[in-house]
């Protein structure tokens, strides 16, 4: 597996380590390399440069440690997924890469022909959406008999229902308010601003809001406004009655699953990246740019407590279809077979 997790400092020193999952037991390689931002400076590409980098980098551990894989897997397309194409292309072995991003912008420093050309020898794709598997196909980049789709997953460990009311009396909440979740940046594209104005727009609801930004709400009946670490989210969602984020570009967000697992429905947008989790049972879809349809919908829920309910339950039966040892089953056997084992 390669993965880019050396981002945001300029020099990284040579690490190795091994690591316990269960049964298994995981080498963990992290070489030295620079980090660069991408676009062009002094006529200078930096993200050629930096792609170029990491795969030395990485052909560098595989053949200083004799690593002979079955095959190579790159989570993500940059730079992850070009560095196992190349590398799987001079070694003959099987290539695969998840392509989870949410929009298409990682190609801008590259150009489309050059990632075309690199990635033609994949064997497949793990794609998180068929919205993603589309925007591949579409820009002629891999062709669709080589892409799977397996929605991200939920780690029932930490995500899952608990008594609401009980959460509510330790986070010293009112049983009696109505209150919705948001979990994201605060961003633009993540919508907390649009929701902020849709809960004035609405008025009387109590909100969490989790995560940190330059965005922030501002809204009247904010109850929690921060990061939090991952392992404390599950108690505030199931404080909550409903979740939303008006989002305007995902691949396929976990902060929606894990709500789903915790029995909340679901205000999101309308748009395809929501397509293989979100339905008319367990959510409403909302145009992502609009504060009043947002708000028109936090209403509804609000006031339609057995529709609330019904939409909950909807939720649950949809999360226990996203199971992540399930989708780490789904995706080996994907793997095996496009390997040809």
């Known amino acids: 597996v390669i993965n880019d997790k050396i981002r945001g400092k300029n020099y990284h020193p040579q690490k190795e380590y091994t690591k316990k999952y269960g049964n298994a037991t995981v080498k963990i390689y992290c070489p030295p390399i620079f980090t660069l931002t991408s676009g062009k400076r002094f006529g200078v590409n930096f993200a050629k440069l930096y792609l170029r980098s990491f795969c030395s980098a990485t052909r560098h551990v595989v053949e200083k440690k004799g690593i002979k894989p079955d095959a190579f897997y ?3 397309i940059y730079p992850a997924g070009l560095t196992a194409a190349t590398i799987g292309k001079i070694n003959t072995t099987a290539a695969f890469f998840a392509y989870g991003e949410s929009s ?3 190609f801008s420093g590259m150009g489309i022909g050059e990632i075309r050309e690199i990635l033609k020898t994949v064997n497949g794709v793990v794609s998180v959406s068929s919205s993603n598997r589309k925007d591949l196909v579409d820009h002629g980049i891999i062709l669709s008999e080589k892409i799977g789709v397996f929605p991200n ?8 229902v608990q008594d609401k009311y009980e959460v509510r009396r330790t986070l010293n909440f009112s049983d009696q308010d109505f209150i919705v979740a948001f979990v994201g940046h605060f961003s633009n594209r993540k919508g907390s601003q649009r929701l902020s104005s849709a809960l004035d727009m609405v008025g009387g609801i109590k909100s969490i809001f989790i995560g940190k930004g330059q965005e922030e709400p501002n809204c009247d009946g904010i109850l929690f406004k921060g990061a939090l670490n991952h392992e404390q989210i599950n108690q505030y969602l199931n404080a909550a009655d409903v979740f ?6 995902e691949g396929c967000c976990n902060a929606i699953i894990e709500a789903m697992a915790c029995g909340l429905p679901i205000i999101s947008s309308d748009m395809p990246f929501n397509d293989d989790i979100l339905d008319k049972r367990n959510s409403i879809r909302v145009d992502p740019h609009s504060v009043e349809e947002i708000a028109n919908a936090i209403q509804f ?3 339609n407590p057995e529709i609330r309910n019904k939409m909950s339950t909807a939720s649950l039966e949809k999360a226990k279809t996203l199971g992540i040892n399930e989708r780490a089953i789904k995706i080996t056997q994907f793997i095996r077979e496009r390997s040809g084992f």
């Not at 997953?153 to 899952?160: L, M, V």
């Not at 939303?244 to 570009?249: G, I, K, N, R, S």
């Open 153 to 160: 997953a939920i780690n029932t460990k930490t995500f899952f």
């Open 301 to 303: 829920l609000r006031d």
């Open 104 to 106: 298409m912008d990682c």
């Open 244 to 249: 939303v984020l008006p989002t305007l570009a």
């Open 74 to 76: 790159g989570h993500f």
